[in-house]
């Protein structure tokens, strides 16, 4: 009886965190969609269009500034959401859905994040983006492969911005939108399952008494 309360707390917070989860994804994808808008996917066209984004479109500023903030808080909240349901595991089909759909939704965050990182066309943004190219090309079999997929074949140049750019706004915020779906459906599921087991427990109860 004494860690009935003990793993309410933690599927409520999960169920919770599934929420702001979703919520930061849609987030992220409409604040995406508002930076497509005006964003330039080309070597140096993308350091200025997100220049124009930032200073001359209104509130232009604003719709990026929470985009980085939903991108990267997704992460966090990701990473923690982790942590509780795992400290509240229940090997039920449900919670198995929402346990390998989050490691999932979080692996595409961070891929989400990765593949940003070239987006701002910057300095920093550049020689990061060279040197994990050259440990991602370090990786036996696959990795020359990785970085003809990645920059086109040849430099880094416009053919990397717009493959990158492909990733992270077609191919994984799509995954991450699907994934947060997934996710919740799990914990609404299990939260059904949990409420049905302790209405039985308390008919049986009643029953014996
Ligand atoms: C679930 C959906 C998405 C997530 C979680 C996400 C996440 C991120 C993250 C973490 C960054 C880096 C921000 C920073 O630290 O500066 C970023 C940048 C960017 N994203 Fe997304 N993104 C999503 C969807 C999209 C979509 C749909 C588009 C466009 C159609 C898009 C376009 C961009 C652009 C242009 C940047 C570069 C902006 C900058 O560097 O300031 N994103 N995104």
Do not use: C
Not at 162 to 167: D, E, F, G, N, S
Request: charged share 10%.
């Amino acid at each position: 009886m004494k860690n009935v309360p003990y793993s309410f707390v933690l599927r409520r917070l999960a169920t919770i965190l599934a929420i702001a989860i979703l919520a930061l994804s849609l987030l992220a994808a409409i604040t995406g969609i508002l930076l497509s808008f005006y964003y330039e996917p080309t070597a140096g066209g993308a350091y200025n269009s997100l220049k124009m984004i930032k200073f001359e479109i209104p509130n232009g500023w604003l719709i990026q500034r929470i985009h980085e903030i939903a991108g990267n808080g997704l992460i966090g909240v990701s990473l923690i959401e982790i942590v509780v349901m795992f400290l509240g595991e229940k090997f039920r089909p449900s919670w198995l859905t929402a346990w390998i759909s989050g490691i999932l939704l979080t692996l595409t965050a961070i891929a989400l994040s990765w593949t940003a990182m070239l987006l701002d066309w910057t300095q920093v943004g550049y020689w990061r983006f060279q040197i994990e190219l050259g440990t991602l090309e370090a990786i036996p079999i696959i990795g020359s492969l990785l970085r003809t997929i990645l920059t086109g074949g040849g430099a880094v140049n416009t053919v990397t911005v717009a493959h990158l750019y492909t990733l992270h706004s077609y191919v994984l915020s799509i995954g991450a939108l699907i994934l947060a779906i997934i996710h919740l459906g799990g914990l609404l599921i299990q939260e059904k399952e949990e409420k049905q087991v302790l209405q039985e427990t308390q008919a049986n109860l009643s029953l014996s008494e």
